[in-house]
């Protein structure tokens, strides 16, 4: 009996994390990051100009803020479950929605419609997901919740460019295919039993937040600056910028996607060994090279090499900013998923502003190497506020890892 118990649990917990994964992928993976390598086909198709394409990738980012704001309100109202449903079926339809070329306005509204529900699911998946995983397996979990974002920017890579073969309208439709497909694995996988979220943030967060919490949100957005020039721009930059065609652009994507993939495992398996404030700066020091490297060089080492690392942390820094905004947060269950909503609106505003603010650069000066300058120097400006505050504190294994808090990272 205790066997089949045993096995049960198991299964369950397969079944929950498979629904993080597709959320994740579908949420975040295929939503924003497959329209990254459809640029230059929309720019060469006339479906809309360099500029206003750039603006539509920019609009999904601000989308991604919206979620990310009104994601603990809407799961505090109608169920942590069916919002995810909801946010899922959007992401859904968006898809399907953008391969009519109605307007730039309709694509606009789709655009942050499929941000939107992003937001949403990068809030509340892992706090659905990480309370049915027994703790010594959640840095594990969040590593494989958190893989579905790369697994959706390989696929994009690597479906996008075959698929363009048959037209811009079958592309969107094949991904809201593809989309539809993994929302139907996830539907029933998130349990009704989990924890709703208080709608508000506790007045303790407010009022206490240390200097080095604060800090950190601050290097958090700055690392969204820091990532927009290749989430938005690395393809068209290989494809128009550099006129080696979408093809190249994509096989640098794929790779983005494959940095991506393995990122977050990588990242929780390093603050494992040294702690979550040291890997943090030490991923803040790499990205920053990485994103100057392709700033200086346009070789194809240096392509590959930036695309691999920087993809790496795209979503390779959540679940370390996860664990140092748990360690750093009241051990109140309830203060610490405030923290972390809060550290992700942080980054969703850095990501937003820098998005539209980049978006006006490269339509002024269509310069690209610009962008990832700007970038590196977002890496090194957060780097900088880390130092000053010294968020470098001893830690011990005990207390860099979050509790038994639904928000546990690897």
Known sequence: MAQVAALSNRVNVARVVSAGLCASLVGIGLSRFAYTPLIPALVAAGWFSPADAAYLGAANLAGYLGGALAARHLAARISARRTMRIMLASAVL?????????????????????????????????????????PARRGLASGVIFAGVGLGIAASGTLVPPLLRWGLVETWCALGILALALTIAAWNGFSDTEARPTAHPSPRVERHTSPTLKALYIQYALNAVGLVP???????????????????GARYWVLFGLGATVGPVLAGHLADRIGFGPALRLAL?????????????????????????????????????????????????????????????????????????????????????????????????????????????????????????GVDAG
Request: net charge neutral.
């Open 94 to 134: 968006a898809f399907f929605a953008c391969a009519a070329p109605v307007s730039f306005a309709w694509f606009f509204v789709w655009r942050f419609v499929s941000g939107f529900a992003g937001g949403a699911v990068m809030v509340l998946a892992a706090t659905m997901v990480l309370p049915h995983v027994p």
């Open 230 to 248: 290749h989430m938005v721009f690395l393809v068209d930059f290989v494809a128009r910028g550099l006129g080696h065609g979408l093809d190249a």
């Open 285 to 405: 020091l790499v990205q920053a090279g990485a994103i100057a490297l392709i700033a200086v060089a346009s070789t194809a080492v240096a392509l590959s090499l930036s695309s691999l690392v920087v993809g790496a942390f795209v979503p390779g820094i959540v679940p370390l900013v996860l664990g140092r905004t748990q360690a750093l947060a009241s051990p109140d269950d309830d203060v610490r998923q405030a923290a972390w909503s809060t550290a992700t609106t942080a980054f969703a505003v850095g990501q937003a502003g820098a998005a539209y603010a980049m978006s006006f650069l490269f339509a002024h000066s269509g310069s690209h190497v610009l962008l990832f300058s700007v970038g590196a120097a977002a890496l090194v400006l957060a780097l900088i506020v880390d130092v000053a505050v010294g968020g470098m504190r001893p830690q011990s294994r005990r207390t860099a890892q979050p509790a038994s808090s």
